[in-house]
């Protein structure tokens, strides 16, 4: 039989491929090499390479046997998101090859912050758990948490047992809990006091951005781990975020928090197209 992997497929991406990194969306990072198809002209942010159009990434089956939707294929410093449905190309009769469309970027979480103080949305807390017992049929509950300061706005998600509700009311902090937080729907069982809970909110934005170190040119301008993050001003928009990027807003990357420091408004034309962020 004959090895079309090793004869065809696999001297085109050592001659065409670039050295990556395929992440599944639950797994263990595996090494392969892909062929990069379209993405249309890069823009480049010193180690960050902007790609504005989609792009396709080819890559061996043998490489990577099963790429999925959310699976993040790192090559250099850039991450890229496969959006599609990997699929096989029509002149690949064997299955050798698996075609991804991918966006540029890697998942983060925007969370966006307004007001201050008592007015503050999403609240700054830890440790979410209801302050009192709730009846079953109950429209309301009280949330405490440790150093709970700020506001639940109407949009706001508290997640009780493995129910999602969605807060009804705007409540502020005082003395370290939310008393009569309306939520809908109404609890379906009762739930007991300092039962934990998990909250989410509705200026927490899913994005996919360009991460990146500042390189030595950088020395002494900032701090030591200090992460470059580049935003594309229309996927803010489209995940529903209206505020410009600002000091102390906060992302999420692979589970672990970066405070935005500095944040630059790049422009084309009158209108900011991207943001730098300098985060820590």
Known sequence: ?????????????LTFGEAATYTPPAGSPVPCR?????G????????????????????????VPDPATGGVFQVGAMAYTVTGTPYH?????????????????????????SGDGGTLNPPK???????AAAPVGAGSVSIAGT????????????????????????????????????IAPALVAPAAAALPLVL???????????????????????ATGTRRII????????????????????????GQPFTVGAATALYQGAAPFAWDLQCK
Do not use: N
């Not at 989410?200 to 900032?222: H, K, Q």
């Not at 001003?233 to 489209?238: H, V």
């Open 1 to 13: 039989m004959i090895d079309f992997d090793r004869f065809a497929v696999a001297p085109a991406f």
């Open 34 to 38: 892909v062929i990069r198809e379209g």
């Open 40 to 63: 249309g002209k890069p823009v480049k942010f010193g180690p960050v390479t902007v790609y504005l159009a989609s792009l396709t990434f080819d890559v061996r089956a043998s490489d």
């Open 89 to 113: 190309p029509e002149d690949d009769p064997h299955g050798l090859v698996w075609s991804c469309g991918v966006l540029w970027g890697a998942p983060i979480l925007y969370r966006s912050y």
């Open 125 to 131: 807390g830890s440790g979410w758990k209801l302050a």
């Open 147 to 182: 150093l709970a300061q700020g506001q639940l706005r109407p949009g706001d998600r508290v997640t009780i047992g493995t129910t999602v509700h969605t807060v009804t009311t705007t409540t502020t902090a005082a003395s370290g809990r939310f008393d009569a937080v309306g």
């Open 200 to 222: 989410g909110f509705a200026r927490d934005f899913p994005v996919l951005a360009g991460m990146a170190g500042y390189d030595d040119t950088f020395a002494g301008a900032v």
């Open 231 to 254: 935003v594309m001003q229309d996927r803010l928009t489209a995940a529903g975020c209206t505020d410009a990027p600002k000091l102390g807003d906060i992302i999420t990357f692979e």
